[in-house]
């Protein structure tokens, strides 16, 4: 399959990430399709101006289309597959799951004659070159690397076994987003015992970032949360089966899931309070 000329390409579905990964697409010429059905007024008009062509559904997606990839929260990961059962293409699955639940959409694809790609995703939404970068493994990453080429989106081939990709995501939110529920805790513990002021009067002394830090998990949690918690309880799936405890995710999955959904308040000591109150219940 020559992904260097112009392909069609199926997306499902369209949010934030999504949309930039689809952007990147239509400036390099392929036709990106995506399905409407069921989707938000604020789904069709990020679509929209992203220059996504809609097929209308899924299934006349996957009748259409060359690639599919699947950017989706990573809960709705395997129901994004199913809902496309029977496709004979490339399906990049670039959903931030465990190893185990890519071998199951893998065996999913792969049984009804699809090419399974395992993906990971790492940085914001690809809006410029040089801050996020898609990991790639399994026999057909190479064609969706050069899917790629000349985009704000860096393709990297991840050297290991077909679920490498998913394994790299894994490792590196336990990491990014783990901590950033540790910090909330933390900091939640604090206030609930009456503490605070004196917490973050040594943070300033010994470990300065930290403060800012907290606002940042806070504005996270509370625009990012509700699709934090699947990739915690990934990331747990993927600890336990390596033999590692799984309970540090779990935690973090049930701090992301107390944190309230405000996207639209801005970052800043009011939101943090009413985080914190909220995990520890005192909201």
Known sequence: MNMTSPNVVGLL???????????????????????????SAATVARAKAAGLTDAGTPRQLAAQARVIISVCPPHAALDVAWAVHGFTGVY?????????????????????????????IIGPPP???GTTRLYLSGDDAPAVHQLFDGTAF????????????????????AWTKG???????????AQAE????????EWAVSQPHLAEQSVQAARSGVTKGWRWVGEMEEIAQ??????????????????????????DVPAGPHLTATVLRALTGSE
């Not at 860096?154 to 939110?173: C, D, Q």
């Not at 901590?179 to 513990?189: E, F, I, M, V």
């Open 13 to 39: 579905h369209p949010g934030e990430m999504g949309t930039a990964v689809g952007r990147c697409l239509t400036e390099r010429g392929h036709t990106v399709l995506w399905a409407s059905e069921g989707r």
């Open 92 to 120: 990049l699955d670039a959903n931030a799951i465990s190893p185990g639940t890519a071998r199951e959409v893998a065996h999913l694809i792969n049984g009804n004659g699809g090419r399974y790609v395992d993906g990971g």
């Open 127 to 129: 809006r410029r070159a």
């Open 154 to 173: 860096e393709a990297r081939i991840a050297a290991g076994p077909p679920t490498a990709a998913s394994a790299i995501k894994m490792a590196y939110a």
């Open 179 to 189: 901590t950033a529920a540790l910090l909330l805790t933390a900091r939640a513990l």
């Open 194 to 201: 009456g503490v605070e002021d004196t917490l973050l009067a």
């Open 238 to 263: 993927s600890m336990a089966a390596a033999g590692l405890p799984d309970g540090f995710h779990q935690a973090a999955a049930e701090i992301f899931r107390r944190c309230p959904r405000l996207p």
